[in-house]
């Protein structure tokens, strides 16, 4: 019943998301709109016994997203398997409008892609964090496992063969391996054979989060000349 509820509820999103399209068109405004449909979070729908987002899981982390933008025919009807982040759809508008991207902003124009085209250099692994605590009371998971709310969460790095799940507060971490068991039903983590790929994981998750860490002022200094920017 919950499932057919929630189908329904995404039914009226999608009637809605066709009176907006159908009224672009009766005013003469669907072809110089660009169109942008996403969400922020998936739904565990009851997957592994689970529901709402917060879950290392795929049907809670996969969103749904679609580009339409009119001069590029190469966004229409097309299926990209890139791996793409919400924190890419700031640089992609600044982009299209023609603004230049500042560099605090860690995810990359979706430009290419809606050409048609892959860069040689894009991102193959996708990286998430989820926090699991509350502000007005304990939540669920600070009270099963005894952590503050700033311990309780966890991040994840998922590339399209694998992910890694890293669970704050010294809990044991998570490995899937995607490929043969896509519905993340074993997790791999404590296999001795899979113990160097867990180590690969967990460092390359370190190397994304020193290299992102926070750049507001990166690539600026106080010269005396005045402001350098790189």
Sequence with gaps: DLRAVYLGLAREVD????????????????DTTTVIITGDHGEMLGDHHLWG???????????????????????HGIRIEALTESIDLAPTMLELMGVDI???????????????????????????????????????????????????????????????????????????????????RHDLAGDPQSSQLLHDMAARMLDHRMTNANRALSRMAITDKGLAIR
């Excluded at 009176?19 to 003469?28: A, F, M, Y």
């Excluded at 709310?149 to 010294?170: D, I, M, W």
Aim: proline share 11%.
């Design 15 to 30: 009637d809605h998301v066709g009176r907006v399209v159908n009224w672009l068109k009766e005013t003469g405004q669907w």
């Design 53 to 75: 987002k917060q879950a290392p899981f795929d049907p809670s982390l996969h969103v749904p997203l679609m580009i339409r933008v009119p001069e590029k025919t190469g966004s």
């Design 102 to 184: 500042p560099l605090a902003l860690d995810g990359h124009s979706l430009v290419p892609l809606l050409d048609g085209e892959t860069p040689d250099n894009w991102r193959d692994y996708v990286f998430c964090e989820v926090e699991l605590g509350e502000i007005e009371a304990p939540s669920r998971f600070e009270t099963a496992w005894s952590l503050p709310p700033e311990q309780c969460n966890f991040a994840l790095l998922r590339s399209k063969t694998h992910k890694y799940v890293h669970v704050n507060g010294g809990l044991p971490p998570m490995l899937f391996d995607l490929v043969n068991d896509p519905g993340e």
